[in-house]
């Protein structure tokens, strides 16, 4: 119970100080398929199957037929198996990123383009094979972007809240998870071992759960600075924080890209930083100074223009560091300031290629989750259609023979796709197609947990058409919480490059960098390289 209620007081600390939501707390009748009326309860077809639109060219069952031949073709095709060693990995990870938010996302790209929308395609879906993966952690059923990422980057399964140990480390033990028994390396680490190019990229903080995977070993996400591992009880001079490891320790210091948001973490109090923002910091020290002086050809930058204007050719090290906290939602933010995923992206291609060992990268779009938290689902599809232009951007610059792309998601989100709307119905607006029993419309996209009903005094449902919807709008939950809490249903990989193939079948999760470090050659455990 101590625990429990010690988690809840860091969290409320955590939304006072950030502003924003993160992500640490976190039938089928058969009548329903042909539609009722909703006032005498009785089945009425017409409801489900008239007035809705078909594509004049899906009339002709020759249409379907060519499309099916061609499915067929295609997958015979990957009985041609990519057998090469990865010189490199792009690993991309869409933070909450569930199955529904796929389907919604890729349904409101087609839209965008004047489409029905359900017949479309994400990039990544057009990767040769797909796994799913199982994403529950050590102790909990449904997981949090700590223990997930200790999980897809570094090959064991720990505790929630946990990053990078074992299920040794309990939450917020200190102790234990300074001690190097109970600490576990990452893919990232791995690949430095082996002479590659490093790095990673985020529209959260650096700091943040998902990234930190690839470098911090730490008993609980929110010790992201000194101030906060003092608020939860421990000695910040003998429990490193996640920004000091990062900067000072192996394997952060030895990346050759950061990027991503939240400066606040590495400038003391005292300190404005390049946002004009006071620091988090309270032991004084300057970390940003403190990497400037380990690279000295390395740069920094905390805008667009200055990262665009980066001389690839010429730098050794890139730390972008965008926002004094997590970066703006891509939709709302000014983008002339901030730089886009898959501007990040290409500028931290064009320098890790140079490495004739190649590299690794970790790339996440951790606003699909943050924007699912809060019941924001037109910002988290638009968040996971700006991710999918990252990865084709990736394929595009790289290739198939030498590149293993691998793009998942660390956990799902409650958001559901409901009811019985008709072909192209607009995502993100009410079913056209389809009442509730108190005869007002409802909500396509829905969430199980959230901080908004839309009901009145009585407890009764609020008539949305009535309501204006926007791009950032809170969608209806069922159940009210603070905020929209995750799902525990198994995610998408996708991949494409060499050994994808390996991709396959439902995989726990914790298996997905032995993969990939199996293609490359690196790591302690089965290659592709070995005798046998």
């Known amino acids: 119970m101590l625990t429990f209620v010690l988690v809840a007081w860091l969290v409320v600390l955590n939304r006072v100080a950030h502003g924003h939501i993160i992500d640490d707390t976190e039938f089928h009748d058969p009548s329903h398929l042909l539609g009722v009326n909703h006032k005498t309860l009785r089945f009425k077809v017409e409801e489900a199957a008239t007035g809705k639109y078909t594509p004049e060219q899906e009339k002709d069952p020759e249409f379907w037929r060519s499309l099916a031949h061609a499915q067929v073709l295609r997958n015979a095709q990957k009985q041609q198996l990519n057998m090469n060693k990865a010189k490199n990995i792009i690993m991309f990870m869409g933070d909450g990123m569930s199955l529904a938010t796929v389907t919604a996302a890729r349904i409101l790209k087609g839209q965008r383009n004047n489409r029905t929308g359900e017949e479309c395609s994400l990039s990544f879906e057009k990767f040769p094979h797909l796994a799913l993966s199982k994403t529950y952690c050590a102790n909990a059923q449904v997981s949090d972007s ?41 893919i990232a680490a791995w690949a430095q071992q082996a002479g590659k190019s490093t790095g990673f990229i985020t529209n959260t903080p650096l700091t943040h759960a998902s990234p930190a995977g690839t470098y911090a070993h730490t008993s609980s996400r929110l010790h992201q600075n000194d101030a906060n591992v003092l608020a939860s009880g421990n000695d910040p001079s003998t429990c490193m924080d996640i920004a000091q490891q990062l900067i000072t320790q192996e394997p952060g210091r030895n990346f050759n890209v950061m990027m991503g948001g939240g400066m606040s973490m590495f400038v003391p109090q005292e300190l404005r930083d390049f946002h004009g923002n006071y620091g988090g910091r309270l032991d004084g020290k300057n970390l940003l100074a403190t990497w400037q002086a ?28 965008f926002q004094s906290k997590t970066m703006d939602y891509h939709a709302l933010a000014d983008n002339t300031y901030q730089p886009s995923l898959s501007e990040m992206t290409e500028v931290a291609l064009n320098l890790l290629k140079r490495n004739e060992k190649g ?35 990736a394929r595009d610059m790289t290739d198939p023979q030498d590149t293993l792309i691998v793009v998942t998601a660390d956990h799902s989100h409650t958001m559901s796709i409901a009811g019985y709307p008709g072909r192209g119905s607009p995502i993100l607006s009410l079913n056209p197609h ?38 950032d709008s809170i969608y209806p939950s069922y159940i009210k919480t603070g905020d929209g809490h995750h799902g525990g249903d198994d995610v998408g990989v996708y991949a494409s490059g060499p050994f994808d193939h390996m991709f396959t079948g439902v995989l726990e999760q914790n298996t997905i960098p032995h993969i990939m470090a199996y293609a490359a050659c690196i790591g302690n455990g089965p290659t592709m390289c070995d005798e046998n």
């Open 146 to 186: 700590a223990c997930t990422a200790t999980a897809y980057l570094c090959g064991v399964k720990g505790n929630i809240v946990t990053i990078g140990v074992s299920a040794n480390v309990e939450f917020n033990n200190c102790s234990a998870s300074m001690d190097p028994a109970n600490q576990v390396s990452s």
């Open 294 to 321: 380990m690279h000295s050809k390395g740069v920094l930058v905390y805008n667009r223009s200055q990262l665009l204007n980066v001389n690839t050719t010429k730098v050794s090290n890139i730390l972008g560091i």
């Open 359 to 393: 590299y690794f990268i970790f790339i996440e779009g951790g606003h699909i989750d943050t924007a699912h938290h809060e019941n924001k689902a037109g910002i988290s599809l638009d968040e996971t259609l700006e991710f999918e232009k990252a990865v084709q951007l």
């Open 434 to 471: 389809g009442r509730s029993l108190d005869g007002l419309k409802y909500s396509i996209l829905n969430y199980g947990l959230g901080p908004v009903q839309y009901l009145d005094e009585d407890g009764n449902r609020l008539d949305l058409e009535t309501i204006p919807r926007e791009i």
